[in-house]
């Protein structure tokens, strides 16, 4: 399996539920962070967590980050249509010359129905 | 502050011709990385520039691909001769300190090779 799996591969969730994703990795790593893209559109940032960081908030958003089980999870909480999207954690190696390089994994399509 | 620019936003060339994507950071951020999604793949990393020096090229598929980031400022990204198999989506990012804060990426350079 890849570094950075996420699952589930797809999401499809009415609005004002709360959608959660998870993400699993191999290495040892520096931070986790997660990404959404809008079709056609660039990754955006959502929140990055450090791995000495179990936890973290941003808005509608709370991230989790467990380094013995190297899994972490998204919580978009009260889910609007425009949450619509594709996420993607990445994470960011602890060490070596590699150390800007994000491994991404292969995301979640996330649908929100109005 | 302006985004990262990626130009062309498409391109569609023939197997065995030449194309360069160009990338704009935002101004001051140091380090620049590549990555490329071909379809149905993950997102994956093929370059990190520290200003005009390449800090790691692990992900740089073969020798038609060529990275350049002269004077440090915008990068280019040349594939000579192109392959079918060079299909993807390419992604540029952005970042200044590397542990603190996530990646700012472009919007793509989608690149059909027919």
């Known amino acids: 399996s890849q570094q950075g799996e996420e699952d589930p591969q797809a999401l499809s969730i009415q609005e004002g539920e709360n959608a959660t994703m998870n993400c699993s990795y191999k290495t040892s790593i520096n931070n986790l962070q997660w990404y959404r893209q809008n079709s056609g559109r660039g990754l955006v940032h959502l929140i990055l967590?450090?791995?000495?960081?179990r936890e973290k908030h941003s808005g509608r958003l709370r991230v989790t980050l467990d380094t013995s089980k190297k899994s972490s999870s998204l919580l978009i909480t009260a889910s609007r249509a425009a949450d619509t999207a594709s996420y993607f954690c990445a994470t960011r190696y602890a060490g070596g010359t590699s150390y800007g390089k994000l491994t991404f994994g292969q995301g979640t399509i996330l649908t929100v129905h109005p | 502050e302006a985004g990262v620019t990626q130009f062309p936003s498409h391109s569609v060339i023939e197997k065995g011709q030449t194309v360069t994507l160009r990338c704009d950071p935002i101004?001051?951020?140091?380090?620049l990385y590549w990555y490329r999604r071909v379809m149905g793949k993950e997102i994956k990393f093929l370059l990190h520039?520290?200003?005009?020096?390449?800090?790691?090229e692990s992900g740089m598929p073969n020798n038609r691909f060529l990275a350049e980031r002269t004077g440090g400022t915008y990068s280019t990204l040349k594939v000579q001769p192109a392959e079918l198999e060079d299909s993807g989506v390419y992604f540029c990012?952005?970042?200044?300190?590397?542990?603190?804060?996530?990646?700012?990426f472009g919007s793509g350079t989608r690149l059909t090779v027919v």
């Open positions: 967590i450090r791995s000495n960081e």
């Open positions: 101004s001051g951020h140091d380090n």
């Open positions: 520039f520290v200003k005009e020096s390449k800090q790691d």
């Open positions: 990012a952005s970042s200044q300190e590397l542990a603190l804060a996530g990646y700012t």
